[in-house]
């Protein structure tokens, strides 16, 4: 008699268990992500209202903008400044700033044409010197900051007016170096593109990934007796992911296809966003982000966690210089001059990751850059002269910091309650 009702009780458990699994469905992940966006976990949320939004009010204005051609120039154009604010990311992470990659990158154009072309080293060996200086240059500010406690702010400002005169040095009275047009560098740069069939496979694998990834999470989490990912959600997600992303390719592949130098910058994102996310390494660096001292105190070698952020953040300055080189097919004095600092910067912060440290991720660069050179892009297009397209960036800046901070404090706020 004593072993009926523990007979009869357990699976009325098991079968209640399963209704709260099963509970965890779409309509429950909805829920969970209107929650997470009124708990102020915003992440990717506005940059896509901001793109969708650009596209209509620009495509209604000048059909041109959407063409697959022009937005294959836009492509072309977004991955010079995009690798640029990978950089940025990584600084931002951590809290700081690096005011000098525009700087960075123009002296890294520089040298690969004055060691290329004036003194006749390869172009691979003049590549990889300009990117050992942008690496060296990123570890004397790590040195400054973590020897002397000089703000990162003074250092890296300072570094822009050092680095820009150098740069004005070495390019010499010519002020500008044309590079060989039919060189392979310049053709990345300009012309190459990605077969159709390759761009239409790597549309596959985002898709493919997150399903790997979500049934490794979901077989753990049940092993574990948690609740999980419903697999209906789990596919839905990836096969929307893929039928945007194929649809994309398709739309490109209309006109000239994805090129091969935006396919570089994907992959350093991507590169970066799993340093960020699966690897000690990125752990440390939200850790450091957010409580410096309390990281230290938990064993993470903080001196190292910024020298290697600042020496990731001007080497990959020092190769979007050298790509907007090949883009360009010369190294001038204007050179990472003008608005790269601004968009590089800007990039970072619209795409979501915070100015105040501890939150980010490498596609927020990838999507933030998309957003400047849409709005470059569409004011071009309407022949509108460059103040305005400074005084839009400005503003649309303005209002991602503005949301960055409203919600922090909403989840400070809901952290207390």
Known sequence: MSQNPSSNTQPKLDRSDERVR?????????????DRVRSGDLG??????GLVVISVVFSALNPVFLAPNNLVNLLFDCATVGVISLGIV???????IDLSVGSMSGLASAMVGVLWVNQGWPIVGAI???LVVGAGVGLLYATLYNRLGMPSFVATLAGLLALLGLQLYILGPTGSINLPYASSLVRFGQILIMPDWLSYTLALVPGLVMIGRGLRARTQRLAANLSAQPMQALILKAVVLTV????AVFYLNLGRGIPWMFALFVAL??????GLTRTKWGRSMFAVGGNKE????????????????????????????????SRLASSSQQAGTGDVNLNAIAAAVIGGTSLFGGRGSAYSALLGIIVIQAISNGLTLLNLSSSLRYMITGGVLAIAVIVDSLARRSRVSHGRA
């Open 22 to 34: 099963h509970d965890d469905s779409l309509a429950a992940m909805a829920k969970g992500f209107f």
């Open 44 to 49: 990717m949320l506005p940059v896509a209202v």
């Open 90 to 96: 990584c600084v931002l992470v951590l809290g700081e």
């Open 128 to 130: 990889l010197a300009a």
């Open 244 to 247: 945007a992303l194929e649809a």
């Open 269 to 274: 994102a991507v590169l970066l966003n799993y």
């Open 294 to 325: 309390a990281a230290r105190r938990s064993g993470i070698n903080v001196r190292r966690i910024y020298m290697s952020a600042f020496m990731l953040c001007s080497t990959l300055a020092a190769l979007g210089g050298i790509l907007s080189a």
